[in-house]
Structures are given as C-alpha cells and as structure tokens.
C-alpha cells in the first residue's frame, strides 16, 4: 500500500527556516501533483503550495514570496523550504499527492500523518 512520509517540522523563532519533505512509501507509476495543505487550530484546512506535473506552481497568497515548493523527480519527494517564518505559520502541515501507484490505472487521493511547525520566540 502506497503511503506518503513527511518530515522536518519543528520549533522556530520568528524570522526563521525549517524544510520539510515528503515521499512516498511503496512504487509510484505517475504523480499528477503534490501539494502542502496547514491546519490551525481554530481555522479551516488551506492550501499552502501545489506543484503539478509538469512543474506548475501555486502559492496561498499568505506565504507568496517566503515558501517555495520544488520536487525531486527522481527521488519522487516534494519540498517545502519556509523561510522569514511567522508566528501565524504555526499549523500542522501535511502532504497531499493525486497519484497513480505502480500496478494500477487509477490515480489515488494521498495524505501524509501530518508534521507540527510551531513558529514562537
């Protein structure tokens, strides 16, 4: 069974960078796009960056110019570097991918378990 593996989140002060990563667990035979959705307490689930096949991206206007998403095509892992991080970026972030696992026809809905980014002096 295919499933979706983040890291990196963490604490960090204001103004600072964390990295986090995504792959998958298990064979991929096509990703239509992978994306980075948050949820803070208290607000809606929204969409942070996505990052379609072949290389389109898209940002939440709140982290324009201060996130970027990239990927490794080889490695099937997607990235998102944070940088000048804010108190108001403190969310639990998780990975979503719209992919076809190796052996099937069907592209499938992926999230990962969720990674904790606390941004706090």
């Known amino acids: 069974q295919v499933q979706l593996v983040e890291s990196g989140g963490g604490l960090v002060q204001p103004g600072g960078s964390l990295r986090l990563s995504c792959g998958f667990s298990?064979?991929?035979?096509?990703?239509?796009?992978m994306g980075w959705y948050r949820h803070a307490p208290g607000k809606e689930r929204e969409l942070v960056a996505i990052i379609t096949n072949p290389g389109s991206k898209n940002y939440a206007d709140t982290v324009k110019g201060r996130f970027t998403i990239s990927r490794d095509n080889v490695k099937n892992t997607v990235y998102l570097q944070m940088n000048r991080l804010k108190p108001e970026d403190t969310a639990v972030y998780y990975c979503?991918?719209?992919?076809?696992?190796?052996?099937?026809?069907?592209?499938?809905?992926?999230w990962g378990q969720g990674t904790q980014v606390t941004v706090s002096s």
């Open positions: 979503n991918a719209d992919a076809t696992p190796r052996g099937s026809m069907t592209p499938i809905d992926l």
């Open positions: 298990g064979s991929i035979f096509s990703i239509n796009a």
